[in-house]
């Protein structure tokens, strides 16, 4: 099984910062990767797919790069509502769905 | 508008088999895949597997497979999920979440998301 694995499991940034969360493959999945935000209580929500496609309504300031193994989602100018637990998952059709541990983020 | 609407918490005992359904709306129930992940308390997101409604074809996680059952009712544009043999380990909240690409033969990531079913396994 492919597994994945993010960092930093959990960050604390100011206002208007921004924050970058990585998510890494074991093996290559070329750009098969999408990003969840999950506030807490509530159900997740999808970011960014195939590894940097935003989803229709996610604001501007959310953006995801890479391929192969190593991608990354960019928070910029993190506001008081990006508090959440964010998730990367890949998607594969031999190998089915895995998501990351998940990278919690907070404001200092 | 896209909904996925589950049924209700459930308490099981160890040993017990528990099923969760989503019932789908606002959209060709028939065209788009459904996966089910689970999150136990405090957790993470855990894909369990994924079903295409169009065929019946099933697509297990290898931690799922022999314990988990999906299917589907497209007169009532449901899915279930059915896991059996219960352990306090299966203690989480179940969502269903829909496929984002229609007539896929294989899952994908999901747009659309039930509210989760809190299922609690206890001894």
């Known amino acids: 099984d492919i597994q994945m694995t993010q960092s930093p499991s959990s960050l604390s940034a100011a206002v208007g910062d921004t924050v970058t969360i990585t998510c890494r493959a074991s093996?290559?999945?070329?750009?098969?990767l999408a990003w969840y935000q999950q506030k807490p209580g509530k159900v997740p929500k999808l970011l960014i797919y195939a590894s940097s496609t935003l989803q229709s309504g996610v604001p501007s300031r959310f953006s995801g790069s890479g391929s192969g193994t190593d991608f990354t989602l960019t928070i910029s100018t993190l506001q008081p509502e990006d508090v959440a637990t964010y998730y990367c998952q890949k998607y594969n059709s031999a190998l089915g769905l895995t998501f990351g541990g998940g990278t919690k983020v907070e404001i200092k | 508008q896209v909904q996925l609407v589950q049924s209700g918490a459930e308490v099981k005992k160890s040993g017990a088999s528990v099923k969760v359904s989503c019932k789908a709306s606002?959209?060709?129930?028939?065209?788009?895949?459904i996966s089910w992940v689970r999150q136990a308390p405090g957790q993470g997101l855990e894909w369990m597997g994924w079903i295409n409604p169009y065929n019946g074809y099933t697509h297990f996680a290898q931690k799922f497979q022999g314990s988990v059952t999906m299917t589907t009712d497209r007169s009532t544009s449901t899915a279930y999920m059915d896991l059996r043999s219960l352990s306090s380990d299966d203690t989480a909240v179940y969502y269903c979440?829909?496929?984002?690409?229609?007539?896929?033969?294989?899952?994908?990531?999901?747009?659309?998301w039930g509210q989760g079913t809190l299922v609690t396994v206890s001894s």
């Open positions: 979440a829909r496929d984002h690409l229609p007539l896929s033969g294989a899952p994908y990531y999901c747009d659309f």
């Open positions: 093996q290559g999945i070329s750009n098969s």
């Open positions: 606002g959209y060709t129930f028939r065209d788009y895949g």
